[in-house]
């Protein structure tokens, strides 16, 4: 096995299995999701949880399977971004901290917009189907899932104001 390909199959794997983790977990509490999401200042926060639910299960199965592997990456992309810009940032870039820093999505971001980038290996379904985008439309697809993640912040999310001590009281 080639240790490229075999690494991009783990990856995608890994990346994949991680982010379906993560959509059944917003699944199994959809209403839950759509207050949170409200809260952290998403509108339409009920269609912005079953949106990240579909990308999540969706995006995370296509990548693992190696299936129009940039397009899967940039969505991947595009969620960490969201997650990033929406929430972690504040708190810092270690994921320890109070409310997660951006470490863990800026690791996820980067290694998925790598994988656009690549395209899905030689074990994949698209090497199996004989779907290539080309380098070149790799590297954007996987630009784009920046732009598309920095495109849903800016139509659907503001920074909640922070609660007065009159509020936080009662």
Known sequence: ???????LLLLRIVVGLTIIAHGVNHARTL?????????????????????????????????????????AAAAIVATMTVAAGA???????????????????????????????????????DNTL?????????LLIGLGGFAAGIGQLALFWRRPAPASDETAKG
Request: hydrophobic fraction near 50%; charged fraction near 10%; avoid cysteine.
């Open 1 to 7: 096995m080639n240790p490229v390909n075999g690494g």
């Open 31 to 71: 209403d839950g999701t759509a207050h949170w999401f409200a809260k952290v200042g998403f509108k339409a926060a009920p269609m912005q949880a079953r949106m990240s639910v579909v990308t999540e299960l969706g995006a995370g199965l296509l990548l693992a399977v190696g299936l129009l592997t940039p397009l």
């Open 87 to 125: 929430i972690h940032r504040f708190n810092g870039f270690f994921v320890f901290r109070k409310g997660e820093g951006v470490e863990y999505v800026n690791v996820v971001a980067w290694v998925a917009f790598v994988i656009a980038w690549t395209g899905g290996g030689r074990y994949s379904l």
């Open 130 to 138: 004989g779907i290539d985008f080309g380098t070149t439309w790799n």
